[in-house]
């Protein structure tokens, strides 16, 4: 077993609600997200789905987070640049940042999902089929309030012509959502901070594990940004110590409908196996992991179409019994007592 430390480490989810009370399930997050503040987690995400119920805008959702949290990280995990114009989402990153006091981790990843049911929507850019890589560079230059022009006339007094509100290294705290080479090199190229889950490019490798560390190694070699650059993982981890009947039921038929999956690549692609069972054994896989090295940080994905309840027993178990045995300290201000 190696001696894998986690320094960091969070969650992301989508968000689910029933098809007659969007309220109710979005309040819902947002009482977990407050709960993960309270145990001390460093980060909660939220991931943007079209067409599902779940959260479609993520920042629409952590703009109302910043005003029930105050001091974990907010990430978007991640929003696909493949239906957003680069202005714009510049525009409400800079002003949910704002909101929340500069906590504001931007994840964007160069997807389109559902492309073959969005596309008569269209962008509202006029760019055809264009590379969604150039998308995210566009984005990027917004972010930087770079001046678009001489100063304009505002009832405010002159301004210099750029995204408002510009925040000052906001471009820092970017996020790319990838998985294959080629998001992995452009993201170190760019100098941006890499988000991966758990699905990965097998690029040669035998095992999930063996090639996203190999895309982690390959992201630090290119790093072309200040320092050594920041990744982050996903992992999809289930504790059953404190679990219910109910919960663990329904745990072991989500791990199960998802094993077969990760025994033979996919289109080229590995799935890792879920980390299912009790804190021991999450311990004993998570100390084993190459991706866990000390400085990669850690994203706890949650399954889709849990309760709150599932959800807080998981966070809980995972802050109480799994985390400090990796040498995680929990965020200042957090409540010791906390639990599910």
């Known amino acids: 077993m190696s001696t894998a430390t986690i320094a960091s480490a969070g969650f992301t989810l989508a968000g689910n609600y029933p098809e007659a009370d969007p309220t109710a399930g979005l309040e819902d997050t947002l009482r977990l997200f407050e709960f993960a503040e309270e145990i001390g987690l460093q980060v909660a995400g939220i991931r943007q789905r079209h067409l599902e119920r779940g959260v479609s805008s993520a920042l629409t959702f952590l703009a109302a987070a910043t005003q029930r949290t105050e001091r974990i990280r907010l990430e978007t995990a991640v929003v696909p640049l493949g ?60 972010l930087e309030g770079h001046a678009l022009g001489a100063d304009i006339p505002t009832p405010y007094g002159p301004q210099t012509p750029r995204v408002q ?44 594990e063996d090639a996203q560390r190999a895309h982690i190694d390959d992201y630090h070699a290119h790093f072309a940004g200040a320092g050594t650059g920041s990744v982050g993982v996903e992992r999809v981890i289930l504790p059953i110590d404190t679990a219910t009947a109910g919960q663990r039921d329904r745990y072991t038929a989500f791990a199960e409908s998802r094993q077969a999956r990760t025994e033979q690549p996919t289109n080229g692609h590995l799935f890792q196996r879920d980390l299912f069972g009790t804190a021991d054994e999450i311990v004993e896989r998570l100390a084993s992991d190459p991706a866990i090295d000390g400085l990669t940080e850690l994203r706890i994905a949650l399954p889709y179409a849990l309760s709150l309840d599932d959800y807080r027993q998981i966070l809980s178990d995972i802050r109480h019994a799994v985390l400090p045995r990796l040498g995680w300290v929990p965020a200042a201000g957090a409540l010791a007592s906390a639990a599910a």
Not at 178 to 199: C, E, F, M, T, Y
């Open 83 to 142: 239906y957003e114009t680069p202005f714009r989402l510049a525009e409400d990153f800079g002003t949910v940042d704002a909101l929340s006091n500069g906590r504001l981790n931007v994840g964007v990843s160069s997807s389109a999902p559902h492309g073959a049911l969005l596309r008569h929507l269209g962008r509202i850019e006029d760019d055809g089929d264009v590379d969604a890589y150039v998308l995210i560079g566009r984005f990027l230059e917004a």
């Open 165 to 208: 509100p510009h925040i000052a290294g906001l471009r820092d705290r970017v996020w790319l959502g990838g998985g294959s080479a080629r998001s992995v090199r452009w993201a170190a190229d760019q100098g941006l901070k890499l988000l991966l889950g758990n699905i990965t490019a097998a690029a040669g490798a035998a095992s999930f």
